[in-house]
């Protein structure tokens, strides 16, 4: 099986590695190949997570620079900062709801602009899709439903070997039951908005 | 039930290394399980300390890594299989009992996991424990994924019972932070009970004793190298002659590197699982059968040194390199990428680099440095000690947990870090040879872990700093592990006793000692400056829980604040405290009410009182 490699980041409290977990899952049950990886050192002080997740034939569950085949952003600065994972032929899928660093806080580096944040992954990678995932995950009334938004999107591009189907049973099986019914609302709201995001 | 004894054998799942190797051990009847907790070690004993709940298996988080090795020696010195799990500098702490208990040996199983951190992803250093293998003279298993990894425990215990010996089991980062599909096997129902037979001659290693049972080891490790030479672990691949030895989760990357690079008929892959003592026969006889070989292996040359030396005897004079300026590194970790351009230099064939897009017109992206939570306590205690110091010359030496990250900007409280309760000791050397005013920082777990012995010897030797103690009633950075001082009722557990960190400290001799309230910023500062200002050995324990540790327990009871019109916009919260709740916009300072946890430490420093509670109830 052809492998395709994706890489989520995201900052600590995000809900990336529930995000990983609904993928593995639904990779699991489908029996497609996957192997997953996170580093989540200091995650919950507000640092960044990165989990590397593969599917296919390939042995190996890290992604080096240059080699993932979709970056999955939930928050802006961060997809920006993962640029180096990309390739001309990347497709990036990011949230636009931005979570200021310490550092762009206290102003020693200014929080980059978002209109030039998305021209420049535009000019650098093959297709951004890209929309406020955190207003989307507030309709839904769970604003911790931004990962199942952003997971929504990524199985709209087709680009990993995951049907809407396999990927809504994981989202039941996993999310705690006073979330499943928001966590798929959020889902849907992301598929949707990545067919029309510009 | 506990989903790692729920797992049925046969039926594939996915799980995170850590949990693998915690349902080998389970798989293999582990009877006694003891740790220290630390990066990226901790899931294996989370998982042992929900299992022992639901289970006849005894668990315990110990007060050290040595203190951790010295049970499960024990245990298993009684026949019970045991483990004990730590991450990579634990096993320098738990060195000392390591060297003799080989001498010694055991009699039911005893695995020793030590959780080896290349790239320092949370870990101040990034040491190779396989050479404690080779110091102590004690086998070594490296597993490569996280189905080996479950695997391997069964083994390593077989191992270590038939010889009689602890069984060292290293494993990566990557090895244990990766979540991988893993077929469970069957569970054995522990054994826990044991029986201690009296045999001072092979127990107690006084010189004359020692010297019989340092020739006894010598033995065993012969006999260890033949399993070695044997083991379905060291597994060879493909026909070529040109050789690739590798370990752990390089295999995965040469595997892959070599399907890329199309060199498959060409290549003779070696992976070492049983990696010491390494199967000398095997490697000399692979040697012999290759053209040139390439070593992969993160962290130090150990393999390749020792493939080097094995051709030496056999005056092979083929090429073996690893480590090389073109070639691989002793830093940090590797990657697929790299490991492919490594094989493809090495072995001169035709390759092409991924192309990574040209970055250099990025704008300058601001850094993510881990804080501080919102409301944490140590942010408060740091503040009013760096209040209570203004005007001093100080050097403040810190130590390993969440607090460590006080060093960062706008507190910058923090100068000097080695190890587990180095802060205390090496301020006893601050205080004695320089003129400034020398303040220790020290976690409540960390001060159970070793800060105890540099207490007493401040004492003793008469020296003269401040020890801040910051007492917030768990181990925090690895995930909120119970410690001697912790509240075990607020659990729901009982049947532990609790330690006093100030009956401690007062017993060890210091006269001078305050608790202080970090939020209560005044009290506080005033009580700290009375400490800086004593001569001698002064002591401030600095309580409030860990407001992560508080919130998952429920027990969170502040309100959030806000910033109200009164606000001059001197921006002193932000430059002085820098809480994560903070955020501007527009210009203006504002608190986010979703991470706000109403600690009132920015209310309390802010000139204009403009920081007020918020009245009604947001979220
Ligand atoms: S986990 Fe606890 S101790 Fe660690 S930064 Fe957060 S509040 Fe502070
Ligand atoms: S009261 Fe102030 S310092 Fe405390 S958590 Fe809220 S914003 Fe942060």
New binding site residues.
């Given amino acids: 099986m052809k492998t395709t490699r994706l890489i989520i980041v995201a900052v600590g409290g995000q809900g990336n590695l529930l995000a990983s977990k609904v993928i593995g899952e639904a990779a699991l049950q489908s029996g497609v190949p996957v192997g997953m990886s996170e580093i989540h050192g200091m995650a919950?002080?507000g640092g960044v997570v990165e989990s590397a997740i593969v599917f296919g034939d390939a042995q190996s569950n890290i992604i080096a620079d240059g080699e993932a085949d979709v970056v999955v952003g939930f928050e802006p600065l961060e997809t920006l900062r993962a640029l180096n994972k990309c390739n001309a032929d990347t497709i990036v899928i990011t949230s636009l709801a931005p979570l200021s660093p310490s550092t762009a806080i206290t102003g020693t580096c200014p929080y980059p602009e978002l209109k030039k944040l998305k021209a420049i992954i535009r000019a650098k990678t093959a297709k951004l899709i890209a929309f406020d995932a955190a207003a989307l995950a507030a309709q839904t009334g769970n604003v911790l439903a931004v990962n199942m938004v952003l997971l929504g999107a990524l199985i709209q591009t087709g680009t990993i070997p995951l049907t809407v189907d396999n990927v809504k049973t994981a989202i039941t099986t996993i999310s705690k039951q006073a979330f499943a019914a928001s966590n798929l609302e959020a889902f849907e709201l992301g598929f949707d908005a990545a067919k029309t995001s510009d | 039930m506990h989903r790692l004894l729920k797992a049925r054998p046969g039926q594939k799942m996915l799980l995170l290394g850590n949990e693998a190797i915690a349902r080998g051990a389970i798989e293999a009847g582990v009877g006694v399980a003891t740790t220290y907790p630390g990066t990226p070690s901790s899931e294996i004993s989370m998982n042992f300390f929900q299992i022992a709940l639901e289970t006849d298996l005894y668990f315990e988080y110990s007060t050290n890594e040595k203190v951790a090795l010295e049970v499960a020696a024990a245990s298993a010195t009684c026949g019970v299989r045991s483990i004990c799990v730590m991450k990579h500098v634990g096993l320098n702490v738990a060195a000392d009992a390591l060297l003799t208990l080989a001498y010694v040996g055991v009699k039911g199983g005893l695995v020793i996991v030590t959780a080896d951190d290349p790239f320092m992803f949370s870990s101040q250093n990034e040491q190779d424990n396989r050479y404690y293998a080779k110091l102590a003279g004690l086998p070594l298993l490296e597993p490569s994924s996280a189905q080996e990894a479950k695997d391997m425990v069964a083994y390593a215990f077989d191992i270590s019972e038939k010889l009689q010996e602890p069984v060292i089991f290293r494993t990566t980062t990557r090895i244990n932070h990766s979540t991988e599909t893993v077929i469970p096997g069957e569970i054995q129902a522990p054994q826990t009970h044991g029986d201690f037979t009296k045999d001072p001659f092979n127990y107690v290693p006084i010189p004359a004793v020692a010297r019989n049972l340092h020739a006894r080891l010598l033995n065993r490790l012969k006999e260890a190298e033949e399993l070695s030479e044997t083991s379905a672990y060291n597994i060879s691949t493909g026909n070529g002659r040109w050789g690739i030895v590798c370990n752990s989760v390089s295999y995965k990357y040469v595997v892959d590197a070599v399907t890329d690079l199309n060199m498959g008929g060409k290549t003779k892959i070696l992976r070492i699982g049983f990696s010491h003592p390494l199967p000398k026969a095997l490697l000399k006889n692979f040697l012999k059968e290759c053209e040139k070989v390439l070593v992969v292996e993160e962290g130090e040359p150990y393999m390749e040194e020792a493939l080097k030396a094995f051709a030496q005897e056999e005056r092979l004079t083929l090429p073996i390199k690893g480590k090389s300026e073109e070639l691989f590194s002793r830093l940090y970790e590797y990657n697929p990428a790299i490991v492919r351009q490594c094989l493809a230099t090495y072995f001169d064939v035709a390759h092409k680099s991924p192309a990574v897009p040209d970055l250099s017109d990025l704008p300058e992206i601001p850094q993510r440095p881990p804080?501080?939570?919102?409301?944490?306590?140590?942010?408060a205690t740091f503040y009013v000690v760096k209040k209570a110091a203004e005007g001093m010359e100080t050097i403040c030496p810190t130590d390993i947990?969440?607090?460590t990250?006080g060093f960062l900007p706008p507190l910058s409280m923090g100068d000097f870090l080695i190890c587990m309760g180095a802060s205390v000791g090496t301020s006893c050397g601050f205080s004695k040879v320089t003129d400034k005013k020398v303040i220790a920082f020290i976690?409540d777990s960390t001060f159970f872990h070793s800060g105890i012995p540099p207490l007493i010897n401040a004492v003793f030797n008469n020296h003269n700093f401040t020890m801040v103690i910051?007492d917030?009633g768990?181990t925090?950075?690895t995930g909120?592990q119970p410690h001697p001082g912790t509240d075990m009722t607020a659990l729901n557990l009982e049947g532990y006793g609790h330690v006093s960190i100030e009956a401690i400290v007062r017993a060890a001799g210091v006269s001078q000692v305050a608790a202080i309230k970090p939020y209560r910023l005044k009290k506080s500062i005033a009580a700290v400056k009375e400490a800086l200002n004593y001569k001698g050995v002064s002591v401030i324990i600095s309580q409030e829980p860990?407001?992560?540790?508080?919130k998952s327990l429920k027990k969170l009871r502040g309100k959030p604040f806000f910033v109200s019109e009164k606000c001059k916009n001197h921006k002193d919260c932000i430059n002085e405290l820098a809480c994560p709740a903070f955020f501007i916009q527009n210009k203006r300072v504002k608190i986010d009410p979703t991470l706000c946890v109403g600690c009132t430490v920015c209310a309390q420093i802010c000139p204009e009182k403009a920081i007020v509670p918020l009245k009604e109830k947001v979220l």
């Fill in positions: 919950q002080r | 804080t501080l939570c919102a409301g944490c306590s140590h942010r947990g969440c607090y990250l976690g910051l917030n768990t925090a950075m909120h860990c407001t992560l540790y508080a």
